[in-house]
């Protein structure tokens, strides 16, 4: 990260913001002000990061170049309107679930520089991915520094259509999640299967582990590698007959990322 950044504003420092942070620190950061109220937060102050309980506690003349909303959706009506003062220059970077840009800029400004953004918590370790649109009053040097700031956690696409971002806040925002339960099935199952908990746990999550540093590692199709450890007629083609049968896994999964698109449009305003 460049070290001509400007100082940042995090409001909210919980499990989302404490990820970007990481992020952040990782790369090196020039200084960050988390805004929290919660005791917890006070964790996260360290070199260049300070932390203070509410917008009444930031300095006199703090002017930050970005402010990071990392509250939850329903308390930014709350929350957000304590920060239009910094409209005048910050690009306010969103990611909050279903919040659109109209509803943010209506709390902060409808000149408001406003970036929505979906990340994920992978962001913690720099592999997450974040899906971004730019709302029309963002000026070619904030979206540049929002890209630099959520490129600092893992991977960034940007995309014209705000509509994208409720099917992205689904798939990948939510996806780490999917992925969590994948790892609590297949530990349940071998403790199911009388294995011990160790080998158990130990097997679900390098697992999981492997195959994600595989599919990185490789240029095939996750179909491809997928079917290269499927045997015809051996012990995983028998496990995904019954994973794949009908009603069973896609057809779940597929209404259940349906389910939380619609969630994601429920909390637009
Ligand atoms: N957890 C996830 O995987 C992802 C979450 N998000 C979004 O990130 C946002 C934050 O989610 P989480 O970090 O999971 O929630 P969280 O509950 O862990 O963090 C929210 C933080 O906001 C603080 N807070 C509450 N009121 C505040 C106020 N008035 N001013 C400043 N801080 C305040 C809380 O003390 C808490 O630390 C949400 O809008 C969510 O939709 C986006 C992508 C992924
Ligand atoms: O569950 C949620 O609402 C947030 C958005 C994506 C991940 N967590």
Redo the contacts with the bound molecule.
Sequence with gaps: MSNTLPSLLL???????SALLAGWRERGLSSVLV????P??AALAGPNVTVVA?AADIPHGFAPGAVIL????Q?AA??LPAYARFGGHAVFIS???GKTLNAIAAMLGVKAAVVRA????PAAVRQGITVAVAGSHVTPAQKTLADELLAATGLISWVESEAMLDPVTAIS??G?AYVFLLAELMEQAGLDQGLPPALARQMARQTLIGSAALLAASDEDAAALRIAVTSPGGTTERALAVLRADDAWPETFAKAIQAATERSRELSS
Aim: no cysteine; charged share 10%.
């Design positions: 409001v909210g420092g919980g499990r989302m913001g805004v929290d109220p919660s917890a937060a509410s990392a509250v939850k959706p308390m709350q929350a990611i909050m679930a979906m990340p994920n918590t925002g939510g780490p």
